[in-house]
């Protein structure tokens, strides 16, 4: 979780530095590709904890879902999505649209590429690199790490409440 922090330390500077220049557009390609990036390492330690971790029992984790993140790779986003969405290791109520929003975040995040050639999402980056995808970013970290602090808790770790979550984007 080193790196996971080092990168939350500068993304809140960058987003303490947006705030200071009257909340400058330019800075959303950042947060949001730091917010997402941040993402996909918690979701890839959770996958590697189940994997790994053998001793250490995981509470709530169905032993399907065990056994079926076992036999995988998962190590880029989409098939990590893909996965948590199919085991609903989210706990996602119907209606939710939590894994929408992770794989929608995806493709932005993938819009680093500026030539966009994958065709995705709109052309004009502008467009994309906003503070709804800011927000919707840092709503579904928010969720993951909720999640794994009280449906998965690790064992001998304090508990973090989610209301003392730093949210530097808000």
């Known amino acids: 979780m080193d790196n996971t922090n080092y990168n939350f330390q500068i993304l809140e500077t960058i987003c303490k530095t ?19 990036a941040i993402i996909e390492c918690v979701l890839y330690d959770f996958v590697r904890r189940v994997t790994e971790h053998r001793q250490e029992a995981i509470p709530n984790l169905d032993p399907t879902a065990v ?23 989210l706990r ?3 209606g939710d649209s939590v894994y929408d929003d992770l794989d929608y975040l995806r493709k932005v995040r993938n819009r680093i590429h500026i030539q966009n050639y994958q065709q995705q999402l709109d052309r004009d980056e502008c467009n994309i690199w906003i503070d709804d995808n800011i927000k919707m970013a ?9 999640v794994l602090c009280h449906v998965y808790p690790r064992p001998n770790h304090d508990f973090v409440s989610i209301v003392d979550f730093p949210k530097p984007w808000q």
Do not use: Y
């Open 92 to 94: 996602v109520s119907s």
């Open 18 to 36: 947006k705030r200071e220049r009257s909340n400058d557009p330019r800075f959303n390609k950042p947060i949001t590709i730091l917010i997402v």
């Open 138 to 146: 840092g709503k579904v970290l928010e969720r993951i790490c909720e």
């Open 67 to 89: 056994d079926d993140t076992r036999s995988k790779t998962l190590d880029q986003l989409e098939p990590l999505i893909a996965h948590v969405r199919k085991n609903n290791l």
